[in-house]
């Protein structure tokens, strides 16, 4: 099978394809309050567009769109990866080449390494590479490239050559079926080195915001999209020129009692707990959506952190060594007088990722409600 | 049309693959190619005839491989039309693979050796007449020869005397060039100035080529302040901008895939310019280069690959370090052109680079160029190369393969004239290295500096807890009376 069926069949067995529903909504009864075709909590965003210039796309859609424009707005940005040209493997690159021409759009040999290491040189010449690494899982042959060169030329270089412009997209996580190497999520290792931007967006209208915002910083961006959502998330996007700035996190729920700490898929996940949460046991949670882990929003958890005097992070992950333990080490330093319990991390078990326990293995809605109810009765 | 359809049509008419995006071939031309190479692979002289050697590949193959398409020709055409008539099937990953009868390997030590270009010889004679000297198109002219003698020199004194300062202590660490400064300093001539060039880590003689200073290495050496990196990385990792050449990294091989980014960049922005990339033959075996190669030769990338190939990794002769000819001969299995040549002979190293840099920027595609040199010192000041090879080993490459002496003799300079040379060089090394010692270092707080763009909240954080650190610290006294640092 090659990974073009792998990949689409990925897409395809999801179970969120059939009925737009997110995978993650679809493990339990359907809230009724939290119709699926809905960009979440629209009205607590401040960067959510008004409803006249937006487009309904899905998570791929947006991601593309965000290509396009920036196509369209720069000249030096170049979009180039493994079976990129005909439109990618998650379609996310799809016309592009037909629209900007075959030398702005472009398939390079299979090889990672080689094209990061393209992607490097590129960025040293003030162009702005966006480059596909097909599965977040493949990333790894590209490691020497990421945190040796392309972290490391602003500051080997005492800011004479950098790799701003840069960005290195993947899918990421769980999706359902795709078992030790197509499941992975790999941010904690880019967020233990300095000189990357690291950033995960949770929907269609963030991935387009974040995408575009990370093509025109100056520093290097590893940008993980969570491909159970490229088909399944659905929202009114804006269609030109959209961004939404790193380095800040989003309150999506206020709350009193708790507060949710996660990114990218797993926000979806969080918003279901804290639904049920309160409307089982009465919790009011409050969750918040990291969106850039490197630099991360210190300043809005800790806010909420020593308002609600609990905290969960969490992360589909491993738990050891993973961003959750850093959000809770920072938690204790800066909230340590706030704190009612110690902050928990629902998060992923420090194992490869099983094929046929998927759905033991993530870190469910369900598993937040418990760590929820043991927080609030600590 | 789909490309299923596209593809089905290349199968059965594999001459029409401009389809398909690839190189349009004539059936008849390539037909003709395949049987004169038969024939001569068979050794069969002129009598085998065209029409028989269809005949014969018609009865031998027909029994094995009865396609429906050969069935169906009509009995009565000749061999040569039956056999075209023949729809034979080839493969998108070689489409221009003829088939045949004969099992045959590809012998790897059947491949020619691919000669080493020179036109000075071990005792600096020049091996062209002067008239064809005269004729051989990018020559160096007589004042760039006495150029990059008197750069091979100062590199020459500038090494030995930075080594000796490593051994001192008053340096951390240095590289030298010895026994290679006619393939780095003739490459660098042989370049233009505002070439991207992305060198390995022992190229120092292409910024010395490029108008950096003693003053400029010995600052880096030293972690100056005022050397743009300031001390950030180790001696001998250099970078300058306006020099266009990219800041050296340590780790091997990664500098080749940037080389061929930076050439699709200056491609793109169809700028007379190349990227021209070092690296040493051990570098060579790390994945980078294949990836390096790959994407070079399939995105047609403006950009000079240039190959130190020195003999050794460290300690790891190149015996160990690969089976097949040199580095050079790896181009052809990538789709590239290749030149070798001596890489002690500085003549040679210019004439060949401007001719491959000329091919490079006329053709828009890469060349692979591998110097054949020797490693004359250790390979850093951590390494004694003593202990893995004789003295009587290097003596023999420094006395009969020093490229220095080689220009030397054919510019016919006088010892003399080279001693005082070296002097001159020497007391301003010594004066520079002295002034970079008493330069101020970069104060601790200004390490947070370009890590990123700009400075993020949590390394403000980090630098205020280091600034505190040092203020709690300093506050403190310390048992022997004196504030700690």
């Known amino acids: ?378 | 049309m789909s490309w299923r359809a596209r593809l089905g049509r290349c199968i059965y008419r594999g001459w029409e693959w401009g389809a398909f995006g690839g190189a349009v071939t004539e059936r008849k031309t390539w037909a003709q190619s395949r049987f004169s190479r038969e024939r001569s692979a068979r050794g069969g002289g002129k009598s085998v005839g065209r029409q028989r050697w269809w005949a014969r590949r018609w009865a031998s193959e027909a029994s094995e491989v009865p396609s429906a398409a050969a069935l169906a020709a009509p009995a009565t055409t000749s061999a040569v039309q039956e056999a075209a008539a023949r729809r034979e099937v080839h493969f998108p990953g070689a489409l221009l693979a003829p088939y045949t009868c004969r099992l045959a390997f590809e012998e790897a030590t059947a491949v020619p050796i691919i000669p080493a270009y020179r036109l000075l010889d071990e005792q600096g004679t020049l091996l062209l007449s002067a008239a064809e000297a005269a004729a051989l198109q990018h020559f160096p002219a007589a004042e760039t020869v006495r150029r990059m003698y008197s750069t091979m020199v100062s590199l020459n004194v500038m090494d030995a005397i930075l080594y000796a300062a490593q051994r001192q202590g008053r340096i951390s660490f240095y590289m030298t060039t010895f026994c290679e400064e006619a393939a780095v300093v003739g490459s660098a001539a042989a370049l233009h100035h505002d070439d991207e060039v992305f060198a390995q880590y022992r190229e120092q003689g292409v910024l010395l080529w490029r108008g950096y200073t003693f003053q400029d290495f010995c600052d880096q050496c030293c972690g100056a302040r005022d050397e743009p990196a300031r001390g950030h990385q180790m001696p001998i990792h250099y970078g300058r901008r306006d020099m266009h050449f990219h800041t050296v990294s340590s780790t091997l091989a990664t500098q080749i895939p940037h080389a061929v980014g930076a050439a699709y960049a200056l491609k793109m922005d169809a700028a007379p310019r190349i990227a021209a990339c070092y690296f040493g033959e051990g570098a060579a075996s790390e994945g980078d280069f294949h990836a390096a190669m790959n994407f070079a030769a399939t995105l047609e990338c403006p950009v000079l690959f240039l190959c130190r190939n020195n003999g050794y990794a460290i300690s790891t002769p190149a015996s160990e370090q690969f089976r097949g000819d040199g580095i050079a001969r790896r181009a052809a299995g990538y789709g590239m052109d290749a030149l070798r040549c001596d890489g002690n002979d500085a003549l040679a190293v210019y004439v060949a680079v401007r001719t491959a840099r000329e091919r490079v920027l006329r053709t828009q595609r890469p060349v692979l160029l591998e110097m054949l040199t020797y490693r004359g010192g250790h390979h850093s000041t951590s390494d004694d190369s003593s202990r893995y090879r004789s003295t009587e080993e290097i003596e023999f490459f420094m006395q009969h393969a020093d490229p220095v002496a080689r220009l030397r003799t054919y510019l016919a300079v006088d010892m003399q004239a080279e001693r005082q040379a070296r002097e001159h060089d020497r007391e301003r090394v010594l004066e520079a290295l002295g002034r970079a010692e008493a330069k101020p270092r970069e104060p601790p707080l200004d390490m947070f500096t370009d890590v990123y763009a700009q400075l993020p909240p949590h390394l403000i954080r980090q630098r205020e807890s280091l600034r505190a650190h040092l203020e709690r610290m300093a506050a403190r006294p310390s048992p022997s009376g004196t504030a700690e640092p």
Request: aromatic residues 8%; contains cysteine; glycine residues 8%.
């Open chain 1, 1 to 378: 099978m090659t990974t073009l069926h792998r990949a689409w069949s990925l897409c395809r067995r999801a179970p969120n394809l059939a009925t737009g529903m997110p995978l993650t909504l679809l493990r339990h009864p359907r809230p009724p309050d939290l119709p699926s075709r809905r960009p979440l909590h629209a009205e607590a965003a401040p960067m959510s567009p008004s409803s006249s210039d937006t487009e309904r796309m899905n998570l791929f859609m947006a991601v593309q769109s965000a290509m396009a424009v920036a196509l369209e707005t720069d000249p030096k940005v170049l979009v180039f990866g493994e079976d990129v040209a005909f439109g990618g493997v998650f379609r996310c690159t799809m016309g592009l080449r037909e629209r900007f021409g075959p030398h702005r759009v472009f398939n390079t040999p299979l090889s990672e390494q080689g094209i990061a290491g393209f992607a490097a040189g590129l960025a040293a010449m003030s162009y702005r590479p966006v480059a596909e690494i097909q599965f977040a899982d493949y990333m790894y042959p590209a490691f020497d490239q990421v945190v040796n060169e392309i972290a490391k030329y602003r500051y080997r270089s005492g800011g004479q050559f950098h790799c701003g412009g840069l960005v290195l997209r993947a899918p990421y996580g769980a999706v359902g079926h795709g078992g030790h190497y197509h499941s992975q999520s790999p941010e904690a290792y880019f967020v233990h080195t300095a000189g990357l931007k690291v950033v995960i967006p949770r929907d269609p209208v963030t991935a387009k915001g974040l995408l575009l915002q990370s093509i025109r910083e100056d520093d290097p961006v590893i940008f993980l999209e969570p491909k159970v959502l490229y088909r399944a998330a659905v929202a009114q996007v804006p269609r030109g020129d959209f961004t939404v700035p790193l380095g800040e996190a989003q309150v999506l729920r206020p709350g009193r009692d708790i507060t949710l700490v996660g990114y990218g898929a797993q926000v979806q996940v969080l918003l279901e707990a804290a639904q049920r949460a309160h409307q089982e046991d009465g919790i009011d949670c409050e969750v918040i959506d990291l969106m850039t882990l490197l630099p991360w929003d210190e300043r809005t958890v800790v806010e909420s952190v020593r308002r609600t005097g609990r905290c969960i992070v969490s992360h589909e992950a491993p738990v050891t060594g993973g961003f959750g333990a850093e959000v809770a080490a920072r938690i204790q330093q800066e909230c340590f007088l706030s704190l009612e319990c110690p902050v928990r991390r629902v998060c992923g078990y420090d194992m490869p990722f099983p094929l046929v326990h998927e759905k033991m293995y993530v870190p469910s809605a369900h598993k937040v409600i418990d760590e929820v109810r043991l927080a609030m009765n600590y």
